[in-house]
């Protein structure tokens, strides 16, 4: 008996099982940088997404607020043109009106050629400035503001203008 327990005792060892099959190191790899192509993918997306929401609103709000500010800036209407007041320069004037014809300016910023004496010329009302009718009746035409300082010929008043006409019946008188 003691031969059959030393030969149970001292049999040669099992071998170890065989270790599990070790994982490739290239497919490790591969799955990282899919996984990795991926997310940057799907963050790509969505920047891609909020890109495009916000210039689909900017073209939506674009044309409406550039045919507002169209028609604000169209030009003045013929009845309201001719009502401009229209001076004759006079060169031999009085030292108040040489004084304020100075401060207008003795030429035309449109064409830049200098009044000739007793030429018509037309003052807008809203900033006294001159120029030659012709000149400023084609500006005018199709802009509604001076085309030196900038500054509106019709604004919009909740009086509806009438402030407007009368600097324009005292421009007149004078």
């Not at 920047?47 to 939506?60: D, E, F, K, N, W």
């Not at 044309?63 to 169209?70: A, E, K, L, Y």
């Not at 000149?135 to 203008?161: E, F, I, K, N, Q």
Request: proline letters at 7%.
């Amino acid at each position: 008996m003691s031969t059959g327990c030393l030969n149970f005792f001292s049999a040669t060892p099992s071998p170890e099982p065989p270790p599990p099959p070790a994982m490739d190191y290239d497919v490790v790899v591969i799955l990282a940088a899919m996984l990795c192509a991926l997310l940057c993918a799907l963050g790509l997306n969505s920047v891609l997404q909020q890109c495009i929401a916000r210039c689909t609103r900017r073209a939506v709000a674009g044309p409406v607020d550039w045919v507002v500010h169209r028609r604000a800036n169209a030009g003045l209407k013929r009845e309201v043109l001719v009502a401009l007041p229209v001076a004759t320069y006079n060169a031999d004037a009085s030292p108040a009106q040489k004084q304020q014809q100075a401060s207008a300016g003795a030429g035309c910023a449109i064409c830049l050629s200098d009044f000739a004496d007793g030429e018509s010329v037309r003052v807008l009302p809203v900033c006294e400035h001159r120029f030659h009718v012709a000149c400023v009746d084609r500006w005018l035409v199709s802009r509604c503001s001076c085309p030196t300082c900038r500054r509106r010929l019709s604004p919009d008043r909740g009086d509806g203008g009438k402030e407007s006409r009368r600097e324009l019946l005292v421009l007149n008188a004078v």
